[in-house]
C-alpha cells in the first residue's frame, strides 16, 4: 500500500475515490493514458488496499503515479510533501540522534496503522515503551542514528531480551507519517 497522503493526491487528480476494482481499473486506464506508461488495475488494486497484499511496488510503479500527479519521480514527491508538510503541534519533519538528550520521548505513525512509543536512552538507542502492529516489541531496544517523516525507518540493531534480533526496516512503503515529541 501507499501513503494515505498520496493516495489523496492521486484521487484527487482522478477526480473521485478509489474503492473498488472497478475504480482501480479506471484509474490503471487513465494513468496510462495521461503517462504514457502501463499500470495494471491489480497493481492498483495492491496499492490502494482495495486486494490485501505484503508486496512492496516496485520504484517504476511509484514513479509513474508521482508523474501522474505532476512529478518527475517518486523521490520529488517526497521530497515535496517534506517541505509542505504542517503537520500538527510538536510535529516533526526529521530527527538526527545527534540532536537528542536522554529521556526525550516520541510517538512514530506509520501504515497501516501501526504506533511506536519510544524513548531516547542514549548513543543511539531508543526503547520500545508501547508497540501496536509492529515488527518491534514493547521494551525492545534498537538503534538509529535518523529518522524522517515521509521515509522507512532504518533500524540498525534490535535487542530483545538481551538477545540482537539484527536489522528491521519498518514502514517500507508508506513510510514514516507522523513522528511527535511527547
Do not use: W
Not at 61 to 87: E, F, H, R, V
Request: charged residues 25%.
Amino acid at each position: 500500500m501507499i501513503s494515505k497522503i498520496v493516495k489523496s493526491l492521486i484521487e484527487k487528480q482522478f477526480g473521485h475515490p478509489i474503492k473498488y476494482s472497478r475504480d482501480c481499473e479506471a484509474l490503471a486506464a487513465n494513468i496510462s493514458t495521461a503517462c504514457k506508461c502501463k499500470i495494471s488495475a491489480t497493481t492498483i488494486r495492491r496499492l490502494f488496499g482495495v486486494t490485501k497484499s505484503n508486496q512492496n511496488p516496485r520504484p517504476y510503479t511509484l514513479d509513474i503515479l508521482a508523474q501522474y500527479i505532476g512529478y518527475n519521480d517518486y523521490d520529488k514527491l517526497i521530497a515535496s510533501l517534506n517541505k509542505n508538510d504542517k503537520g500538527e503541534e510538536n510535529s516533526i519533519t526529521e530527527i538526527s540522534t545527534d540532536s537528542l538528550r536522554k529521556g526525550e520521548k516520541f510517538e512514530i505513525t506509520y501504515s497501516p496503522n501501526k504506533i511506536l512509543t519510544i524513548l531516547y536512552i542514549g548513543k543511539k538507542q531508543f526503547k520500545v515503551l508501547h508497540s501496536k502492529n509492529s515488527l518491534l516489541k514493547q521494551d525492545d531496544v534498537f538503534k538509529l542514528s535518523y529518522f524522517a517523516l515521509h521515509h522507512p525507518l532504518f533500524i540498525l540493531e534490535v535487542v530483545r531480551e538481551g538477545e540482537s534480533v539484527g536489522k528491521i526496516i519498518e514502514a517500507k512503503v508508506s513510510g514514516v507519517t507522523l513522528i511527535k515529541k511527547l
